[in-house]
């Protein structure tokens, strides 16, 4: 079975910053895409950055500038730099691993979230 552990959410003011990780475990060939998404309370999970085997990275228009996606390949680990934290980025960030291939198959999974919550 393949697990995606979240870590690294909080508390933070705005201006500050925060860094999350995200570690696959388990039986793992490879991993296409691995990113981060967010759900903000009565609003639906929407993309904040992805980041393919090869390096290729995607962004929300809102974080564009502030958050920094980035991969260990070898550790199937994504981290996600967080700087200039707004209010408006207060949600719960969730792992996300597409295309894992495993003795079990090709599918994608997801992690349980972190919550981030900026505030004064």
């Known amino acids: 079975q393949v697990q995606l552990v979240e870590s690294g959410g909080g508390l933070v003011q705005p201006g500050g910053s925060l860094r999350l990780s995200c570690a696959a475990s388990?039986?793992?060939?490879?991993?296409?895409?691995m990113g981060w998404y967010r759900q903000a309370p009565g609003k639906q999970r929407e993309l904040v950055a992805t980041?393919?085997?090869?390096?290729?990275?995607n962004y929300a228009d809102s974080v564009k500038g502030r958050f920094t996606i980035s991969r260990d390949n070898a550790k199937n680990t994504v981290h996600l730099q967080m700087n200039s934290l707004k209010p408006e980025d207060t949600a719960v960030y969730y792992c996300?691993?597409?295309?894992?291939?495993?003795?079990?198959?090709?599918?994608?999974?997801w992690g349980r979230g972190t919550p981030v919550t900026v505030s004064s």
């Open positions: 388990g039986s793992i060939f490879s991993i296409y895409t």
């Open positions: 996300n691993a597409d295309r894992v291939q495993s003795p079990f198959g090709v599918r994608d999974y």
């Open positions: 980041i393919t085997r090869g390096g290729s990275t």
